[in-house]
């Protein structure tokens, strides 16, 4: 069973750019949440989909936005990019079944120039 | 709000010597913990999730416990390859399965 994809591992951007991450679940898996992690705050949830639809957001400016589409990959944006946008961007891979685990993708590394 | 608070944040320990991790958690409505190992570079991966206080769950050389207000996740006879940090989060919203973490306690295993 193959695991959570995330493209591109790795991005260097400048500020004021915007950048588009990628995310593919598990075969099966209808839900995906986005989590942001810094050494200072640890992981932070910005959002979760569940088939095309946001079903909840976390504590974030509205520079940060996702969607997703019908086959359950996902997208999330960040517009206008500050220095404190560097992170490592991890998508979780809801289960539906068992004990409502979250898989974890290897993440997006992003360095903000 | 929901929060979540592990200590101690760093821990070494030579291997053979066990140990435990604490999670204390502040929550309205507990629907699950879920406890996670990270690997520098790697994403989190699962290893618990506890549900009720007095559930217990092991794996291999790592048990988690769960009481009302903290979780413990003990090492029994640790090698270095269970070097790793480990996060421990709550889920509390209903329907959604957003998980609230902790900052973590990195583990080293010395030889």
């Known amino acids: 069973k193959a695991g959570v994809t995330q493209t591109p591992r790795y991005l260097i951007k400048t500020r004021g750019q915007q950048v588009t991450l990628s995310c593919s679940p598990i075969s099966g898996h209808r839900s995906v949440s986005w989590y942001q992690q810094t050494p200072g705050q640890g992981l932070q949830f910005l959002f979760e989909y569940f088939s095309e639809t946001q079903r909840n957001k976390g504590n974030f400016p509205g520079r940060f936005s996702g969607r997703q589409f019908s086959n359950s990959r996902s997208e999330m944006n960040v517009s206008t990019l500050e220095l404190g946008d560097s992170a490592l961007y991890l998508c979780a891979s809801n289960s539906a079944s068992g004990e409502r685990e979250q898989f974890f993708g290897p993440g997006t590394r992003l360095t903000v120039l | 709000e929901d929060q979540v608070t592990q200590s101690p944040e760093a821990l070494r320990l030579q291997e053979g010597e066990s140990s435990s991790l604490n999670c204390s958690y502040t929550?309205?409505?507990?629907?699950?913990l879920f406890w996670y190992r990270q690997d520098p570079g790697k994403g989190p991966e699962f290893l618990f999730t506890?549900?009720?206080a007095g559930e217990e769950k092991e794996k291999e050389r790592l048990k988690a416990t769960l009481t009302k207000k903290e979780s413990f996740l003990h090492i029994t006879a640790p090698k270095p390859e269970d070097s790793a940090t480990y996060l421990c989060a709550v889920q509390a919203r209903p329907g959604s399965y957003q998980l609230t973490f902790g900052k973590g306690t990195k583990l080293s295993v010395i030889p």
């Open positions: 506890l549900y009720s």
């Open positions: 929550v309205s409505g507990l629907r699950g």
